[in-house]
């Protein structure tokens, strides 16, 4: 039941002009949007996909921004040290850093998802929580990278600024460097997470059970692609929508200190 | 006040300062000028740690903050310093920028801090700006607020790394009227700067820098009349 098969369909009816042909294709057309999502509640079924894709989402959002922000802050202070006191500590944390950044940005995320959950977690079976660790672990790689490139990429005249004043490293990091940085990485930020939203799709081949996982098991049932498929992403554009329209609002309110 | 013994300063292989040696007294206005790259900056900036020196030793009041074991950030809040390019918080108002250290390093109360920043923002006449943002002020003004924010910590010694440099013309002179103000109430400066008329009028001391070296140094009437060292008279004659 393809789009080539809804075509020719659709192009009988158009070149017959006749009614009958015409009622031939809405007939179908509806039963297989009848199939997709009212058969059985189906609408249910996706709507508890979409309740685990956010809450997949969040989880991992959560995971991903602690990591992030460890990795960041640690690779930061390690790079920040004033030479000739370099701590051996920071050292070996900062390599055990660049080792996870460069693991998880140089493997590909459905195949770190194929060993969470085929090799690592094998006894495991809350699939859905093995997948929202694995995206957690994932995320925190780019998330440290896009902190960093932030707090990296402010005039380094602020830090010296709040240092000079008689503020710590970490007050300084705190009240003057984190805060510019938070508003210059917010649209990397945003973006992330909008990727991190549609990459909970991955965690169905482990068993996750999100949105995809729900659409397939409809196709195994009702043997139609088309309107599972389209319906979950029209869910996935519509979410992402949202979130982008959220990201603009913050983004307008942290602009208030330029104004002139 | 600030003894400076053997201060040398390399960036990998390029030495930088080269031996330094000088004492600045209590209430002492010391001007330094040189040639771009002489390393002005980096003496100033190694008088309060922004730099670490490679080798050579800093006393300021008796402690000797070159130690490893000196708690910098109590000395730097003694010492105030302002920058070229003003480095104003611009993600905070002025109030903010003016109380954020005070309040933070438990110098003042928030209170205290909201006081001492109206009146250091009347001194300068800035008042109305306190709750604007960095972005919404002119370059001058920008300036003045740097330069009573490092007066909030009520510093014992003031740095100038060339607070007018990056000032449109019209705006240097309300930046440098207000140095001059604080030179009167007897604070102690250090004041890396091209303008010379300032040297001569504010300055007790001149220090002519070039090639990581202080060539040559003396009070600013018999400096500017009667230059000894060929380098100096270069300069000089090129900035006058
Ligand atoms: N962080 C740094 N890393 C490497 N080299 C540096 C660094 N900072 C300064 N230098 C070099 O040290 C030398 C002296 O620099 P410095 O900024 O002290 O000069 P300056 O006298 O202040 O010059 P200007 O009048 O241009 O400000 C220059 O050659 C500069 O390139
Ligand atoms: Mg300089």
Redesign the interface.
Known sequence: MDLAYYYELWRGMMLSKDPAVAAEWWQVFFVRFYQAFLENDRWQQYLRGVGTTLCVTAIALCIGVVLGVLVAVVRTAHDQQ????RNVLLGAVNFVCRVYVTIIRGTPMMVQILIMGMVIFSSSRNYTMVGALTLGINSGAYVAEIIRGGLMSL?P??M?????????YF?TMR??VI??AF?AILPSLGNEFIVLLKDTSMISVIGGQELIKAARDIINRTYDAMFPLIGSAVIYLVLVMIFSWLQGILERRLRQ???? | MIDVKGLTKSFGNHLVLDHIDQHIHPGEKVVVIGPSGSGKSTFLRCLNLLETPTSGSITFQGQEITDPKADINAVRRQMGMVFQHFNLFPNMTIRKNITLAPVQTRLMSQAEADDAATALLRRVNLEEKADAYPAQLSGGQKQRIAIVRALAMKPKLMLFDEPTSALDPEMVGEVLAVMKELADEGMTMVVVTHEMGFAREVGTRVLFMDGGKILEEDEPHAFFAHPKEPRTIEFLSKVL
Do not use: H, M, N
């Open positions: 004033r030479p000739g006191r005039d005249g602020q010296e600024a709040g240092r000079s004043l008689g503020l710590g007050d009240f003057i805060p510019q508003k200190s330029d104004r002139r």
